[in-house]
């Protein structure tokens, strides 16, 4: 057996994962483009001179949206990367991942409860402006939900690229009397621009694609996205071919976005040794321990602030009586085992896919990027601005006449919230992986060690701690979700977010705000134990 | 994680199962709220379950658009015998796929305002849209429509997005029934009073209920929620000089279920008090058809439309494009 061989395991992964994905997408698209086929005047009619202005307001708000989200994020995760120890870092984490779980209207009322007309700080502004506040609909509501979202989702993935530097490089920097400065600039900048162009690419498409929090918080259609659109398309007048044409313009729109955003980024060539050193050295002086303290604290009371409005509306309801509810025992439990599959498979994905590209890369050497490579890349992260009433659509028009497709809706919720939290997962994963590939690639071929035993004894001590963190991720995101559902009929898979949608929309306004809680805490909870089992791992 | 697996795939065996175990069965489409625990739906199914010895499915999808796609997606093979709760801006999209058959049934017991003639749909409940307000908030509130659009523009309203909610293509056929061929202007002006233009009817009401608007455009049945599950009478809904547009909500016999007698027994039941008792504390709308018991007190207090605007089910079919591109026009500038 030649030595370079083990790595063909690892590309058919990533080939089999790459497959089942384009299976899911390609197979909506077919769907729609059958139906839309007889009818494409739809699509024609569309591009006018309205779709242009929402076009342009899309790409304005999620440009800005990311700006306002990344670069904080790079200062908070930075702060959190200098200071490993501190008193409740830990919770700040595992808060940082809520948001991920909240459906967009309970963000947007946790925003207005703080910054709107009647929010906690509108007696503060109107007194500022001299006027009666006018709240934050428009624009800066809109980016700062984003930031709501996004911040504390770039502050983890770009602390987990921190986390890949080696510790022998924070001695050395410690021998050597490095300030901060020049650690930021020699150490810990390399790490995250080269993970910058994926994360700002994701937060990115998470942006273009939103739809409550801009229509509700906008103010009216003059903020419109893409996707407010596809939806319309679909829902109201059900014409495919005009969902396909745009859905198409959001992809092109989002892929010349992120192409541009790669060429933030570089590669940077990982430390190939074996980490000798156990502890991390890093000694902040008192003006940049101050100055991370404020960036801390700022972020946390950004963060935080909504999220609390959230927790007292959400203690109004009567909680031990929606407890009590069997109907809200069986969303928690539909919820739960729906999101663990999803995140199961969606890691499984992800590590198929880093793994592949990671190999592909090897052999590569220096050569230019191969068609599968890219793919593997951030060719498969373009599945997050596939609108999920787009998959959900495409294949009941493909499956209508075989039977029931009732019966397919958890199938289907399962793979495209696993699919939908892919991208998220690979962030998470592959900063590890990679810089334990350049660590351990020669010594495993020399020894031979590939295949299960090689991820069993060699990339599973390394990857425990990203895996629990994609894991969780994953989780979080599909526990929030409830796009996939609305076409096949819900009674089947009726979740939490679906039944606190409901309560809302039938003037039961506590009981959404108790179970919005209740979503919130079991979130909590996931990150909890995926931190615990992240933790055993640690030597 | 097994037990997790296992327990998801016996629960989908059993309910693939089940189906085959019934004898005579019924399938209802409808919408999501109909069939929710606090909606009609487990009092109307256990009422008619008992009188016709059969098996009723409720199958829901979000609202009444969906609905509509969802059976014409389906088309001539669709499961559903009766689909029920299109409203009557539907109704002639309806009609035009061919896909619904006539009801047959007798429909002298069906009252709404404005009476009713459809042979292919019946009415099973009807509501009016209406500005509710926070009495607390608001001390004048507005009289008319008229005085809706000229008002102060700090003193806001949350309203919905015709196209993507039902009470937002309500409020723009509103505008469209007492403005005519002036409802850009009227647009013009109310826009300056707008908070936002929400994607639903929960995400404005719930602005509303948190106190962000002092105004929600909701319907005239809206206050007796609050009356009657939290004894309040914060909220009330403004009588409008011009009159209230009416919303119908029907339910008509698909081409499957002309094929299944229990359809027509399930239209004629659906007429009568087993059905239409449930109709006025679960779906907070008027009944259509003959009750055993006195509506609660609470409805008695409820706006009573001066008079009822609407508008044909075949104009709106025909113009609403055009008119949601109308709004949209004046909305976005």
Known sequence: MHPAHPADSRIAAGIIALAAITILIGGAFLGLILEGARDTSGAIAAFDSYLFRVARFTLWQALLSTALSIIPAIFVARALSRHPAFPGRGLILRLFAVPLALPAIVVALGVLALYGRAGYFSGLFSSLSGGDWPGIYGLSGILVAHVFFNLPLATRLFLEALNTVPADQWRLASQLGMGARSSFRLIEWPALRASLPGIAGLVFMLCITSFTIVLTLGGGPRATTLEVAIYQSLRFDFDPARAVALTLLQIALTMAVVFALMRLGANTTGDANLSVTQRRYISAGHGETAFNAITLIAALAFVAGPMLATVLAGLDADLFRLAGESTVRRATITSLVLATLSACLSAMLALSLIMARRALALQRGTGEKSFLERMTDTGAGFVLVVPPIVIGAGWFVLLRHTGDVFAVAPIMVVTVNAVMAMPFAIRAIRPAYDAASERHERLCAQLGISGWNRLKLVDWPVLRRPLSTAFAFAMALSLGDLGVIALFGSDSVQTLPYLLLARMGSYRTADAAGLALMLGLLCLVLMLVADRLGKDASR | ?333
């Open chain 2, 1 to 333: 994680m097994r037990t997790l697996l296992f327990s998801l795939v016996s629960t989908l065996a059993v309910a693939a199962a089940l189906p085959a175990l019934a004898a005579e069965k019924l399938t209802v489409y409808t919408y999501e709220s109909f069939t929710a625990e606090w909606g009609p739906g487990p009092q109307v199914e256990k009422a008619f379950e008992a009188e016709c010895g059969c098996d009723v499915e409720f199958v829901s999808v979000a609202d009444g658009v969906a609905l509509l796609n969802r059976v014409k997606l389906e088309g001539a093979s669709t499961k559903a015998d009766v689909v029920l709760g299109l409203d009557t801006n539907l109704t002639a999209e309806a009609k035009a796929t061919g896909l619904f058959s006539p009801s047959g049934i007798d429909l002298a017991s069906i009252k709404v305002p404005g009476g009713w003639t459809d042979d292919t749909f019946v009415p099973f409940d009807y509501g009016y849209f209406a500005v509710v307000y926070d009495t607390e908030k608001l001390k004048n509130p507005p009289k008319s429509l008229k005085e809706l659009v000229d008002g102060d523009p700090s003193e806001k309203i949350a309203i919905q997005d015709p196209r993507t909610s039902t009470p937002g293509l309500g409020l723009l056929l509103w505008v469209k029934a007492v403005y005519g061929d002036k409802a850009p202007e009227a647009w013009a002006k109310l826009k300056n009073r707008v908070l936002t233009v929400t994607p639903g009817w929960s995400e404005a009401y719930g602005l509303f209920t948190k106190g962000e608007a002092p105004m929600v455009l909701s319907y005239t049945t809206s206050p007796a929620y609050h009356m009657i599950a939290e004894s309040t009478d914060k909220y009330q809904a403004a009588a409008f000089e011009e009159g209230h547009y009416l919303q119908v909500e029907v339910a008509g016999i698909t081409s499957t279920g002309a094929k299944n007698p229990l359809a027509k027994k399930f239209m004629e039941f659906m007429t009568g008090p087993g059905f239409q008792d449930a109709i006025p504390e679960t779906n907070w709308m008027f009944p259509a058809g003959k009750t055993d018991k006195p509506l609660n007190p609470a409805f008695d207090k409820l706006v009573k439309p001066a008079k009822t605007l609407q508008i044909s089910a075949e104009d709106v079919a025909a113009n609403r494009k055009a008119w949601v591109d109308e709004w949209l026009g004046v909305m976005s500038k």
